[in-house]
Structures are given as C-alpha cells and as structure tokens.
C-alpha cells in the first residue's frame, strides 16, 4: 500500500464515506433554517453589533425551527465523531501500511522533535476542531488527520480541492524564487508539499507544536526525496538566527492562535527573513468581508467546532498588524482564503 493513497477497508471506508456525505445532504436543511431565520421577521439591520447578543437574539428567533434544530444535532455528531471515526478507518488498515510507514523513516528530511518543550498556554489542553485529544490523541494521528480526516472527508467541501488551494497561495509569493522558506504551523505537511513543488530549489524548514503532525510530515518528505528541517517548536519563538530566510510563509494557521500570539509571530517572521525577504501568510475570512448573519454564522461554527480563537484572529486587520511589525509593506486580499503578503525593508 502506498503512504499516501491508503486503500481504506469497506467498514471503513463506508463511515468515512457517510460523514463525508452528510456534510453534503444536510445543506437543504440550512437552507432551510436561513429561511426560518428570514420569515422570523428578524432583520440584519436590527442585530446587535456584539456577537454574543447577537447569537442569544438570533438563537431565541429560531427557537421554534426544526431546521435549526437539526442542524445543531447533526454539526454536535460531527464534531465528536469525525476524529473518531478516521482512527477506526486507520487501524483497520495499519498493518498494511506498516511497510510504507517505516520506509518513509528513511531519507533525506530531518526531524527535530523536542521532548521538553513547552506548549504556549493557547494550544496546551485544546481539542483543535474537536478531534479527541487533539493533534497528540493517537500515535498515528499525524498520518490520520492528513492523509484521512483532510483527504477523505475535508477535500469534498472545497471545490477545485484543498491542495489546488494550497498551491495558489504558495504562488502568490513575490518572487519566482527563494533559496530559504521557513513554513510556520507545518503540520502534516500539506503546503509544506505546495511550497517544496511551487520552489523545487528551496530549501524548506519547517515548525510546528505537534510532534504527531512533524512525524507524519516527516515521512511525507521522505517518501517524496525532499530534504525538509522539520522542528517542533513554537512559530513565535523558532530559535533561528536573524536574517536567515527569505521567505516565511504558513497556511490557515492564524485562526489557531490569539492576537497576542500573532503579534509575536509577525515579530518573529520579521526578526528571521533576509533584508527584501517576504511574509505570506493565509487564513480564514476576516469578521469585517461578513454581512452580520454570516458573521453570526461563522462564529457560532467556530465556537461548537473546537476553535476558541477563532473570533480574536478572524476580526484582526492583517496588514495593518504586519506594518505595525515593522514590514516595509503590506497587503491582505481574498475571502477564503484571505492572504497577506508583506516583505521587509532592504
């Protein structure tokens, strides 16, 4: 069996099939549930501008909607089930894919984990989307998050696919080339793969908190011939030298961190880039491109789907965040995913 096809057995693959679908089958009763909302006679003019009020008026105007009802069960089942679900479909095929899994030890990356590091107080202890005990639940959980939860169940919700994105981010960065990229929040190593295909002469170093994610991107790296540094260890406080690369770049991490941890990162990012170097960073749509319901929306899915600091990155103003860093230059665009891109002065 391939590391990264896995041929996942029929129990499993029927679960994973069915979460992924439901996903799917159950947007009618959105749609219905935005029609509740507007015969309710509650009008976005008149919400109030805090969240939170704004969720308990729009909460009590759908008190008596089925369809809203529903959704909240149905979204409460994939919360707690969908983690669950892609380890059962993963042991199910361990044992075959032992033998790529221990080949894809051997290569040309480097792994550096740290045993003794200490997790910053905003990552410690939070289940990230929900998934059981977060990126450390399994031992295996870098394999099942990146090449099951993300391949097989997310990918199906992004039209043109979530790895096609990827790449276009990667190649919104400034130059045609970099000789040094620093990714923060490498994770499993999906756009640590776009950035590595998008420059094929970089050399890529990547961090990340998980140990599990950085095993898993690890393998990724070896089974494809790349020569990643992989670290764990926080983007804030990566422990490089000033002025070591000329691109730092990351993908949909913000959202996972609090303004007080971005404001370090971008601090940090500007500490190690080059004189000239770039900034690229992405991530989910920002609270003010939202009309008041899809704020609400937005919020209210961030809350009961495992992200805490959701409304603290998502309401920040990126480029303006970036320039008080002391980026020469600035400039944030999109809807999802909304990217920044900034370079330092020469």
Not at 84 to 102: N, R, V, Y
Request: net charge negative; proline share 5%; glycine share 8%.
């Amino acid at each position: 069996m391939e590391l990264q096809n896995p041929k996942l057995r029929q129990r499993g693959r029927a679960s994973v099939d069915f979460l992924a679908q439901m996903g799917i089958a159950t947007q009618p009763v959105s749609e219905q549930a935005d029609a509740d909302l507007e015969a309710s006679g509650l009008s976005a003019d008149a919400l109030p501008d805090d969240l939170d009020e704004r969720d308990e008026a729009i909460v009590k105007a759908l008190a008596r909607s089925n369809a809203f009802a529903t959704k909240k069960l149905l979204g409460d089942w994939y919360g707690r089930r969908h983690g669950d679900i892609a380890i059962e479909a993963f042991e199910e095929i361990e044992g075959d894919l032992a033998p790529a899994m221990q080949a894809a030890e051997q290569g040309p990356a480097q792994l550096h984990l740290d045993p003794d590091m200490k997790a910053p107080a905003y990552w410690e202890g939070v289940n990230f989307h929900r998934t059981t005990d977060a990126w450390e639940g399994h031992p295996n959980m870098g394999y099942i998050h990146g090449e099951i939860i993300h391949k097989e169940m997310v990918a199906r919700f992004f039209p043109g696919g979530i790895f096609k994105q990827r790449r276009a981010v990667a190649e919104m960065a400034p130059k045609d080339s970099y000789d040094r990229i620093l990714e923060l929040g490498a994770s499993s190593g999906h756009f640590t793969t776009a950035l590595a295909e998008t420059y094929p002469d970089a050399k890529i170093t990547g961090v990340d908190l998980s140990a599990r994610m950085l095993e898993h991107a690890y393998r990724t790296a070896n089974a494809n011939g790349w020569d990643w540094d992989l670290y764990q260890r926080p983007g804030e406080n990566t422990g490089f030298e000033d002025a070591s690369f000329d691109l730092v770049a990351s993908y949909i991490l913000l959202h996972e961190m609090p303004s007080s941890a971005i404001r370090k990162l971008f601090a940090e990012a500007l500490r190690v880039l080059k004189p000239g170097g770039d900034m690229l960073m992405s991530d989910v749509t920002r609270y003010a491109d939202l009309d008041p319901i899809a704020e609400w929306k937005a919020d209210r899915g961030a809350r009961f789907g495992g992200e805490p600091h959701w409304r603290d990155s998502a309401s920040l103003d990126l480029a303006e965040l970036a320039r008080e860093a002391g980026f020469a230059t600035a400039e944030a665009s999109g809807i999802y995913p909304h990217v920044l891109i900034a370079s330092k002065a020469r």
